[in-house]
């Protein structure tokens, strides 16, 4: 008798435990999915959605070279490297080069020379729209080249870049020591008359006019 009660117990523990796991079959019901279906849609899915490595690094990289290319063109040009120095006869002020010094040379005029060879300078006089205009000061500018060198009739300057100036007009004359450039422009308030005095063996035009051109009236 108690040989069966053991038997009979024993089955029903084992049919307790198959009804709590299920059977592989009902397993695979509950979840809706088969696990090796389940897995492939997982591996499809970040697939899809994923970037290749190389993709992201070379994407990277166009991008770093877009960027580094967009900073170089904005850069803004560097301006003229000097000293800003303020006339003590006219009422202006300008950026002088190194190796260059102004000082007052009459009233109303002042002398912008080499440091060490003051025989090349540059003549600055400056006026006011009331004191003069800018065909009287043309003429007055081309009639002192003419006295420079009367054998030869001044020759205008085609390369002079007058943009930033309301208008402007630069002419030339060889002398003995080698070649005198006369400039006039108008700009804001103030018309500008430049006397430029160059030496051949010293060729300090172009710094003369990049200075002239920094002119800036103290009237605002």
């Known amino acids: ?31 809706g999915t088969a696990p090796e279906e389940a897995a492939e849609e997982v591996v499809e899915e970040e697939t899809d959605d994923s970037v290749p490595a190389e993709e992201a690094v070379e994407d990277t990289e166009d991008t770093e070279e877009e960027t580094a290319a967009g900073e170089e063109t904005e850069e ?88 930033d100036f309301t208008q402007s007009a630069a002419y030339e004359v060889p002398s003995a020591e080698g070649t005198v450039t006369g400039i006039v422009y108008e700009k804001e308030n103030m018309l500008v008359r430049l006397t430029i005095f160059d030496d051949s063996t010293v060729n300090a035009t172009e710094d003369f006019i990049a200075m002239g051109k920094t002119i800036e009236s103290l009237e605002k």
């Open 1 to 31: 008798m108690k040989k069966h009660l053991f038997l009979g117990s024993s089955i029903l523990t084992i049919g307790i435990l198959f009804a709590a796991c299920g059977s592989p079959d009902t397993a695979e019901e509950n979840t």
């Open 76 to 163: 803004p040009e560097s301006e003229l490297a000097g000293s800003l120095t303020q006339s003590e006869e006219q009422n202006y002020e300008l950026t002088v080069l190194d190796g260059y010094e102004l000082s007052a040379e009459e009233p109303g005029k002042d002398a912008l020379y080499v440091s060490d060879n003051s025989a090349v300078f540059m003549r600055i006089e400056t006026f006011t729209p009331e004191e003069t205009d800018f065909v009287s000061a043309e003429e007055n500018m081309r009639q002192t080249l003419q006295a420079v060198n009367p054998d030869e009739e001044p020759v205008e300057v085609t390369d002079f870049d007058g943009a």
